[in-house]
């Protein structure tokens, strides 16, 4: 069966209660005066096999909240994501790892919770260490690791654990140069190989380097941004992500034809 | 392709299934225990002390304040200590399992139903380790073992069992309501005094020693008795009341902790 993700009329909503504490919405209906806020709301769409999107908005347009959707950190409250294929995600900045364990314990923990089986995770340790790029460090307690580290260590399970959908939040301003190649290559080769990849931030340019296509996420909903392929990486990011390749008039609509977004 | 082989491919997938569950608790486990315990020898020491520590205060507390002189004081108090030390801890614990656990909740999707049964399994590892108190206890006071001491282990799989079922409303109410942490603490210590843990029940009468054998912790506490200082077999009450508790708790809790363990995510951070 071919990797896909089919989100229809999706809703997420946080409740807050009147302490301004985030609360689970069986708590909100005890708790009188909770007042809830949709991170996202009416999102519908599909990704179809061998395509890398880039997720592209402005803060607190729901590019976390909806990569955390599909990748089922998160349920909707409305609508529904259907995803089709093993899920890879790095999605927190600490990339999913305990600080008082070290990388080993980590990789093991990460890699049986992603599904992988518990030996072949041990026999692979030392393969995910190369990976990663740790050497020594990978039997240091991950406190001591920088974001990168953490991140590299976060990928390396993901990249053994071989996903058919990549879920990338924001790696880019966590690792270096010479480790973005590496994440680049991986996700090129997925989407060859006719795998997903979807990777939010708001370095455009470096999106470019790893997405083919580009969707905008804001308050009205999800949209293709025509020509990113061929304009984006020319295109100055700018943090609220109001220009786009649209902007730069590159390339066409139907470079986004992997996508079918209601329009 | 036939009926049998369809339906031999569902016993497989179900138990390949069964199997990453188990792994999966494993892991989960195992790596809690490092992280809250740390590694190396010093672990059992660290388990050991708090439950050699109780029974100590509570012996010296019997002989100097109360200045009583009961039989066997000090395995009777074992038997009260070592199965509270179990439930305690398990709530220690939860109350902090999905912060604890908040950096993989907020990453990637994995079976969050095992976190409050891997919380209470890492916990019931302390309470293998605080056997020993138990085994010098007997040793101390030259209680000879009798048929009854069967009943042992039917007294720690229930304590277990209470502790893994205790696990999911504990976990519930740390992620609801975390400022509670401190009153949830003083709720358990409360159920140790509010259960024959200090006194046998025998030396309790009237309607208090009804109430009291309400409490789960009055069964477990008597059940270990039974087996190893009374040497007589336990009554059935008290393998009905933890077992009652167990499944009360196990039908009403966990659906609810399975319908708001969805929402985890959006409380961190």
Redesign the interface.
Known sequence: MRPGVVISELGVRFDIDRQKRPTTPALSRIRRHCTAVWGLRHISGAIEAGTAVALIGPNGAGKTTLLRTIAGVLEPDEGQVQTCGRIGSLLAINAGAMPRLTGRENALLLGVLAGLPRRWTREALDQINELAGLSTAFDRPVSTYSQGMRARLGFAVIQYSRPDILLLDEIHEAIDGEYRRHVEQFARDLQRSGGIVIAAGHDHQELARLCDQALRLDGSGLHPVPGWADGAGAVTADAAGAVTAEDSGAGTAEDSEALAWPR | MSSSSVVLGDERERTARL??WF??L???TS?DL??RYGRGRWQLVKWLIDPFALVGVYLLMDTFIFYRRPYAAGLSLACSVIPFQMITMTVQSSLDAVR??G????????RRVLLPFSTALTEACGFAGSLTLLALMIAVYRVAPSAQILWLPVGLVLTLLLGITVAYPVTLIG??APDMRGLMMSAVRAAYYLAPGFVTLSTIHGRTQTWVKVNPLTSLFELLRHAVLYRSAPPLWELLVPAGWIIALLLLFVP?YN??Q??F???LE
């Open positions: 199997g990453a792994e999966q494993l892991v989960l790596s490092r992280s604890q656990r950096a993989i909740l907020g990453n990637m999707r994995f992620v609801w609810i319908r708001e969805r929402h995510a959006k409380l």
